[in-house]
């Protein structure tokens, strides 16, 4: 069976290791560098990892990323390369269904704050998995988006999501809807059509977690 988890981790670990550390993401504020540093606390330090999405914790958080991004570069590259067998998120059970996603949007961050980036061509089982993934997401940023909004991935899939109003139709290949709804609207590759105002609305939502 495909481990695209896996590929999409070897292929960010290549790139940061052939631009370096000081590279543009499109993490605002963040190098890969920073991005580095961040998927190696989400990984290895469980201590501080719940920084991520509860504010109370995000300060320890914050202190622990910067102290692991202030490590020699290769070695905080090999670290995202080498995940440990013990993570809760990493593990041979978990590994393909937490990540997948996780490192394929990372991995465009880094892709596509370069110039002249172009959407690459996915093989079909990954935009499947990424499907699978980008359905929960959809649900969970848009509940309460003041529309009926319609996410659709030709050959994929679709879905309704939204609480009602005036139609919105988000389309693209699953890969995009993900970098789409996970606050990537600027670079994703979608159409979105609609009232003209809930349309905008949408492409400047603060989506994703």
């Known amino acids: 069976m495909p481990r695209y988890a896996r590929s999409e981790r070897e292929a960010l670990a290549d790139l940061f290791?052939?631009?370096?550390?000081?590279?543009?993401?499109?993490?605002?504020?963040?190098?890969?560098?920073?991005?580095?540093?961040?998927?190696?606390?989400?990984?290895?330090?469980?201590?501080?990892?719940?920084?991520?999405l509860l504010p109370p914790l995000r300060g320890h958080a914050e202190r622990v990323r910067r102290r692991l991004a202030a490590q020699p570069w290769s070695r905080l590259v090999g670290q995202v390369r080498r995940p440990p067998a013990w993570s809760p998120v990493s593990?041979?059970?978990?590994?393909?269904?937490?990540?997948?996603?996780?490192?394929?949007?990372?991995?465009?961050?880094?892709?596509?704050?370069?110039?002249?980036?172009?959407?690459?061509?996915?093989?079909?089982?990954l935009h499947r998995a990424l499907w699978r993934r980008v359905a929960p997401l959809a649900r969970l940023g848009l509940r309460r988006f003041p529309a009926?909004?319609?996410?659709?991935?030709?050959?994929?899939?679709?879905?309704?999501?939204?609480?009602?109003?005036?139609?919105?139709?988000?389309?693209?290949?699953?890969?995009?809807?993900?970098?789409?709804l996970s606050g990537r609207q600027r670079v994703a590759r979608?159409?979105?059509?609609?009232?003209?105002?809930?349309?905008?609305?949408?492409?400047?939502?603060?989506l994703g977690m």
């Open 190 to 206: 979608v159409q979105v059509a609609g009232p003209a105002a809930a349309v905008e609305r949408l492409r400047s939502a603060d």
């Open 91 to 125: 593990n041979r059970l978990t590994d393909e269904l937490v990540n997948t996603m996780e490192f394929f949007i990372h991995h465009e961050d880094v892709r596509r704050a370069r110039p002249g980036w172009m959407p690459r061509d996915l093989p079909a089982g």
């Open 17 to 52: 290791g052939t631009l370096g550390p000081d590279a543009p993401t499109l993490n605002e504020g963040w190098a890969t560098r920073d991005l580095a540093a961040h998927l190696v606390l989400r990984e290895r330090r469980p201590d501080a990892a719940g920084g991520i």
């Open 148 to 180: 009926d909004v319609f996410v659709q991935a030709p050959g994929y899939g679709e879905l309704s999501v939204g609480r009602g109003g005036e139609p919105v139709r988000v389309v693209g290949a699953p890969g995009e809807l993900a970098l789409f």
